[in-house]
């Protein structure tokens, strides 16, 4: 994976303080623990996105975009089945 340029970090950083551009997530409660194994050149980015984000660490992320995604994939289904 190539280093983004000095311009993209600049831009990527310009919007990740957009908060307009943000998806609301309420708070999450103490979880169940899990593991995932990941490349660490996938890490590495996740990382690197989190910290443009303003987020305490790349698992944060993860748990946020995976709260989306599900409840994105949830209302999905639900449509499909006309419960809705």
């Known amino acids: 994976?190539?280093?983004?340029?000095?311009?993209?970090?600049?831009?990527?950083?310009?919007?990740?303080?957009?908060?307009?551009?943000?998806?609301?997530?309420?708070?999450?409660?103490?979880?169940?623990?899990?593991?995932?194994r990941l490349p660490p050149e996938l890490i590495s980015s996740l990382q690197k996105i989190a910290k443009l984000r303003g987020e305490r660490s790349y698992q944060t992320l993860l748990k946020k975009w995976l709260l989306e995604r599900a409840t994105y994939e949830i209302e999905l289904v639900q449509l499909a089945r006309g419960r809705k």
């Open 1 to 36: 994976m190539k280093q983004p340029s000095k311009r993209e970090i600049e831009k990527l950083k310009k919007e990740a303080l957009d908060t307009s551009k943000w998806e609301k997530v309420s708070g999450f409660e103490v979880g169940k623990p899990t593991s995932i």
